[in-house]
């Protein structure tokens, strides 16, 4: 069945330091790839998504990479910040509206 | 708008009892769905609507749990009977298909009932 793996579970990283948070997906016919941060207690929220039609996405300080030869799709973070802390989840969806998500990586930016 | 709705906000009920979810999707929203977050297995899809219709139900986990969506505005999650394995946080989510006739995907979570089952 389809199935997304999330790498690393943790990262703990430097306030102003890059964060990088990889996934790969299984079923070919993903489309679509959207990005969730969840703060400890609240709901996840889209922070950034991505289609199968384009390479690379960019919004201020996140970006989203995707290379479907591979079935890889990335999340980068630069000059983190304390209240980038929170676990993001990366997650994949083929046809109808079926999301199947990572299973998260809690990021911790150290002051 | 309030964004999606959903009550109660936390439930602890014993084992064998009925326990409903509910669940108010932003107004306009055509998607509904219905996630379960653990540690130990994430964040699931248990099923999802679409115009009040049950497209997906995959992810339901036993027949203890039900979901129905009589209008556009209301849909529940029940499980019957409830077993401690069930604690949980149950988010559901709405989405619509287009937004100004441009195809959108963004799904917005409501705050979620935290279900403990003793």
Known sequence: ?111 | DAGVIQSPRHEVTEMGQEVTLRCKPISGHDYLFWYRQTMMRGLELLIYFNNNVPIDDSGMPEDRFSAKMPNASFSTLKIQPSEPRDSAVYFCASSTGLAGGIRTDTQYFGPGTRLTVL
């Not at chain 1, 959207?34 to 390479?55: A, F, H, T």
């Not at chain 1, 993001?88 to 299973?103: L, S």
Request: hydrophobic share 35%; glycine share 8%; aromatic share 10%.
């Open chain 1, 1 to 111: 069945g389809e199935n997304v793996e999330q790498h690393p579970s943790t990262l703990s990283v430097q306030e102003g330091d890059s964060a990088v948070i990889k996934c790969t997906y299984s079923d070919s016919a993903s489309n679509y790839f959207p990005w969730y941060k969840q703060e400890l207690g609240k709901r996840p929220q889209l922070i950034i998504d991505i289609r199968s039609n384009v390479g690379e996405k960019k919004d201020q300080r996140i970006a989203v990479t995707l290379n479907k030869t591979a079935k890889h799709f990335s999340l980068h973070i630069t000059e983190t910040q304390p209240e980038d802390s929170a676990v993001y989840f990366c997650a994949a969806r083929a046809g109808g509206f079926k999301t199947i998500f990572g299973a998260g990586t809690r990021l911790f930016v150290k002051a």
